[in-house]
């Protein structure tokens, strides 16, 4: 059952009231600070809401499809009653003049932004740890990573603090803290949801999705979400419409590239447990290969960092955001860059700027780019056969705070399963799969063709009801 849809019932029959659910977050997201899931609370905003949405129910009103929800945004998407800081010190000051248009859609309908989730500094990171505002601990065990770039938001949802947040995954950022936190990720089709006001990290990979309890909660939000927006030149007209019929016998087709050696034995068994449930359900299961699967890491990241050290030229610390001392105009670029960024932005920063230098641009982004196209070509042909592909969503579970930190190629690699969706623009989700020994939580992930979105979300949520 629907966690949202239950709140939204309980809001406007009146036992319970908008304001009553924000109070009860806002208290959790105290409790609950020690994760470090939250940079900052919009308390006198979101009760200020509360009161108008309570309001307009009385007045018999429709206050929307999701009247009286609290929910958290990841701080990189623009936010009245907050600051915007994108976890870096470089727009620690900074007071955002728009909110995105997520967040208007959602607000539209009478959900309530109560707060600011913690990520690595403008997304760059698997982990949460590259936060200039200190780690988020893992829901399950504090000892280990939340995963990332959107561990605050992953986190958030595990504790129950709120019933979804919203992320970004530009190479795996939703579905692999969704993982390791046994929540389920949306990763849509690339332009399903706008990205106008979200702080932008490659701007051909990011897309905007929900971090939810279950799949209904999922549909509810993309729902709300989905659509053309003129502020967003890549948003696709809206196709996104939860399936109500029941879900037809579907073709799978496991991706043998990513049930490698290299996954963690417990990793695979659940992804296969996982796998034979499907086959119980009714579907035909079998494995297929995407050769250019081992590639994708390395074509992420030459595509994405090429894309960021672009992106990451506005912060000059003249326009917003913080400004260093400086003599003259070179020292202020300069020291306000050095000040502000995190050693992971800079260490970007420096591979994109000389991918796309004179005498390397067509050694590497060139070819890059045109190995993309044949992977692009690669799903396609598979997509001809199956209906859904599925493969783990990371090579192993949560990792200890501070065990990949000194070791930058050791942290892309948790990428490495994540990244083919992005680079293809297809859609993919995590789904809470299974736990270790260690009672560690594994997701898998279902990959579909373009515009598949509410298909794979109807598998996965007759799957769960299946597991109930």
């Known amino acids: 059952m629907s966690n949202i849809q239950n709140i939204v019932d309980a809001v406007a029959s009146g036992s319970s009231s908008a304001k009553a659910q924000v109070e009860e977050a806002l208290k959790r997201a105290n409790d609950k600070k020690d994760f470090n899931a939250i940079l900052s609370l919009t308390n006198e905003r979101a009760l200020k809401r509360a009161d108008e949405i309570d309001s307009r129910i009385k007045k018999g009103e429709n206050a929307g499809r999701l009247a009286g929800v609290p929910f958290v945004a990841k701080d990189n998407f623009l936010t009245f009653g907050s600051p915007t800081t994108a976890a870096s010190k470089i727009l620690g000051n900074f007071e955002a003049p728009i909110q995105a248009t997520a967040v208007e859609k959602l607000e539209a309908e009478g959900a309530i932004c109560i707060g600011k989730a913690n990520l690595d500094a403008f997304a760059h990171g698997g982990s949460t740890e590259n936060s200039a505002y200190g780690p988020t601990k893992n829901a399950v065990d504090t000892a280990r990573v939340a995963g990332g770039s959107s561990g605050g938001s992953a986190v958030a949802v595990a504790l129950d603090i709120v019933p979804f947040t919203l992320g970004s995954d530009t190479g795996g950022s939703i579905r692999q803290p969704a993982s390791f936190n046994g929540v389920v990720g949306v990763k849509p089709t690339y332009g399903t949801v706008s990205r106008f006001g979200v702080v932008a990290m490659a701007s051909s990979t990011d897309v905007i999705g929900p971090i939810t309890k279950n799949i209904a909660d999922a549909e509810l939000v993309m729902d709300v979400l989905a659509g053309k927006d003129d502020y967003d030149a890549t948003t696709l007209p809206d196709f996104f419409k939860p399936q109500t019929e029941q879900v037809k016998k579907q073709k799978v087709g496991i991706v043998k590239e990513l049930m490698s050696d290299g996954v963690e034995p417990e990793v695979l068994?659940?992804?296969?447990?996982?796998?034979?449930?499907?086959?119980?359900?009714?579907?035909?299961?079998?494995?297929?290969?995407?050769?250019?699967?081992?590639?994708?890491?390395?074509?992420?990241?030459?595509?994405?960092?090429?894309?960021?050290?672009?992106?990451?030229?506005?912060?000059?610390?003249?326009?917003?955001?913080?400004?260093?001392?400086?003599?003259?105009?070179?020292?202020?670029?300069?020291?306000?860059?050095?000040?502000?960024?995190?050693?992971?932005?800079?260490?970007?920063?420096?591979?994109?700027?000389?991918?796309l230098s004179s005498?390397?641009?067509?050694?590497?982004?060139?070819?890059?780019?045109?190995?993309?196209?044949?992977?692009?070509?690669?799903?396609?042909?598979?997509?001809?056969?199956?209906?859904?592909?599925?493969?783990?969503?990371t090579p192993t579970v949560a990792f200890k705070l501070g065990e990949?930190?000194?070791?930058?190629?050791?942290?892309?690699?948790?990428?490495?399963?994540?990244?083919?969706?992005?680079?293809?623009?297809?859609?993919?989700?995590?789904?809470?799969?299974?736990?270790?020994?260690?009672?560690?939580?594994v997701g898998v992930q279902l990959i579909g063709q373009l515009k598949s979105d509410a298909a794979l979300l109807a598998l996965a949520r007759s799957m769960e009801a299946n597991n109930e």
Do not use: W
């Open 359 to 393: 005498g390397y641009y067509d050694a590497y982004y060139n070819q890059a780019a045109r190995a993309r196209t044949l992977l692009i070509q690669q799903f396609n042909g598979l997509f001809e056969k199956y209906d859904v592909l599925i493969g783990p969503v």
């Open 269 to 355: 068994k659940i992804t296969n447990d996982y796998i034979e449930k499907l086959r119980t359900a009714g579907h035909s299961v079998e494995e297929v290969s995407l050769p250019l699967a081992p590639m994708c890491l390395a074509m992420y990241y030459i595509i994405v960092p090429a894309e960021v050290s672009s992106n990451l030229a506005r912060y000059d610390g003249i326009r917003y955001g913080v400004r260093a001392g400086a003599k003259d105009l070179g020292e202020l670029y300069g020291k306000s860059r050095d000040q502000g960024f995190e050693p992971e932005n800079k260490r970007r920063i420096l591979i994109g700027s000389y991918v």
């Open 404 to 441: 990949n930190t000194d070791d930058p190629l050791k942290m892309y690699m948790t990428d490495v399963m994540t990244t083919p969706a992005n680079l293809a623009g297809v859609p993919a989700i995590s789904v809470p799969a299974g736990e270790t020994a260690e009672g560690l939580p």
